[in-house]
C-alpha cells in the first residue's frame, strides 16, 4: 500500500475507530483543516470519551481557539457536559483563562449560568481566576514599593 492510500485509508477510516479512553481521531485533531476533513468524512462531531469529554472539551483545555472555531461551526455542542464535573467548555475556558475562546463559546450559545455538579457557573470560575490575578497584581505592587 502506498504512502497515499495509507493517508486515504486512514482518512476514510481513523474517526470511526474508538482509541484508548474510548477518544477518535476528532479528539486529536492538531488543527483546523484535519478538523473539517474529519467532520466531511463522517466524523461526530459530539462524540465523547469515557469521561464525557467531547473534541471541543479538549481544544478548549489545549488553548487551540482555530479547532474551537472549527468544531463550533462543525455543530460542536457548546454545552456538552463533562460525565464527572458537569463542565462545559465554556466552564474549562474560563479555567484556563482564554478571551477569545470564551468569546467564542458565548457567541455559539454558551450557557454562561449553566452549573457544573459543584454549583460552578462560568462566570464563578472566571471570578476566581480575576481574584488570582489580582493577588499577584497586589503582591507585585508592593514588592515594587518596598524597593
Do not use: W
Given at each position: 500500500?502506498?504512502?497515499?492510500?495509507?493517508?486515504?485509508?486512514?482518512?476514510?477510516?481513523?474517526?470511526?475507530?474508538?482509541?484508548?479512553?474510548?477518544?477518535?481521531?476528532?479528539?486529536?485533531?492538531?488543527?483546523?483543516?484535519?478538523?473539517?476533513?474529519?467532520?466531511?468524512?463522517?466524523?461526530?462531531?459530539?462524540?465523547?470519551?469515557?469521561?464525557?469529554?467531547?473534541?471541543?472539551?479538549?481544544?478548549?483545555?489545549?488553548?487551540?481557539?482555530?479547532?474551537?472555531?472549527?468544531?463550533?461551526?462543525?455543530?460542536?455542542?457548546?454545552?456538552?457536559?463533562?460525565?464527572?464535573?458537569?463542565?462545559?467548555?465554556?466552564?474549562?475556558?474560563?479555567?484556563?483563562?482564554?478571551?477569545?475562546?470564551?468569546?467564542?463559546?458565548?457567541?455559539?450559545?454558551?450557557?454562561?449560568?449553566?452549573?457544573?455538579?459543584?454549583?460552578?457557573?462560568?462566570?464563578?470560575?472566571?471570578?476566581?481566576?480575576?481574584?488570582?490575578?489580582?493577588?499577584?497584581?497586589d503582591r507585585i505592587e508592593k514588592l515594587f514599593m518596598k524597593g
Amino acid at each position: 500500500m502506498s504512502k497515499k492510500e495509507k493517508e486515504e485509508s486512514l482518512l476514510e477510516n481513523s474517526f470511526k475507530n474508538i482509541y484508548e479512553r474510548d477518544r477518535t481521531a476528532l479528539h486529536y485533531a492538531v488543527d483546523a483543516k484535519t478538523v473539517r476533513v474529519l467532520v466531511e468524512k463522517g466524523a461526530n462531531v459530539n462524540a465523547a470519551d469515557v469521561e464525557g469529554h467531547t473534541a471541543l472539551h479538549l481544544a478548549v483545555t489545549e488553548k487551540r481557539l482555530e479547532i474551537v472555531r472549527e468544531l463550533i461551526k462543525s455543530g460542536g455542542n457548546v454545552n456538552a457536559e463533562e460525565y464527572g464535573n458537569k463542565c462545559t467548555p465554556l466552564h474549562l475556558a474560563c479555567m484556563v483563562g482564554e478571551k477569545e475562546i470564551v468569546e467564542e463559546l458565548v457567541k455559539a450559545g454558551g450557557e454562561i449560568e449553566q452549573a457544573d455538579k459543584f454549583g460552578m457557573t462560568a462566570m464563578d470560575y472566571s471570578k476566581e481566576v480575576t481574584e488570582v490575578l489580582k493577588k499577584e497584581t497586589d503582591r507585585i505592587e508592593k514588592l515594587f514599593m518596598k524597593g
